[in-house]
Structure formats: C-alpha cells, structure tokens
C-alpha cells in the first residue's frame, strides 16, 4: 500500500490545474526533502529555453529520487519558482510527463529572479514511501 492519497473534500473546489489540493502520507518510512533543483545538466550546461530547463531539473530530479530507491509517484509535494513573463503551460506539461499522471500537492510561485541569471525556474519536492 502506498503511504500517500489525494485529499479530496467535497466542499471545496476542484484544482485549478492538475495536482492536488492535498497529500496525506501515513506510516512512510523514507522521505526525500530536496532544495530547489536547478537547471544545470550533467555536463554543467543550462539551457536558455524556459521547457529546456525544466526538463532538466526534472531529469535532476528524477536521478535524486532513483538514488534512495523512489518512483514520482512518491512525490507528495511540488514547490515551482519561475521568473515572470513565461508560458506557463509547457512547463506544466513536462512536470504532468515527469510524474506519470501522479498527482501531488503543487504551488507555482513568480519570483522577480532565481540565484543565478540564467536560471529561469527551479523546482523543490518532496517525497515519501
């Protein structure tokens, strides 16, 4: 059984997007917290494109929780920080790919700018089993 599900009451309204409003985890025995993954590829390299970069930090991401033996279904919550003036949809579309239809709690916050220039998002999660 996995120690996560969707809290869906029905009083509220449904998600504005494609995750959940909330994730309870109960009897996890292994959590993964992450700090912001950033969009530096293996190589050292960040690309310029908004989609490019996501999908490394997603790779990023994917690489953390295959070394402590996790899956994205582990994923309980989703923190994005993206600077302004971006489509937005394409970067929804690779995290709903990375997570293979998982949903997880998700917040998506503008920030006027990241640690770097160049980086244009970074993503934080955390995992549980």
Known sequence: MHPSRPVKPASISAPAANYAHAICTENASVWLHTSGVVPID??????????????????????????????????????????????????????????????????????PELARPEWLMEIAVVAAR
Do not use: F, K
């Not at 999908?55 to 923190?79: C, F, K, Y």
């Open 42 to 111: 293996p190589q050292g390299s960040v690309p310029t494109d908004l989609v490019a970069q996501a999908e490394v930090i997603w790779a990023n991401i994917s690489a953390l929780l295959d070394d402590v033996d996790m899956v994205p279904a582990h994923v309980v919550s989703i923190t994005t920080y993206v600077t302004p003036g971006h489509d937005l949809g394409p970067v929804m579309q690779v995290r709903d790919r990375a997570l293979e239809g998982h949903l997880a709690a998700s917040t998506l916050v503008v920030v």
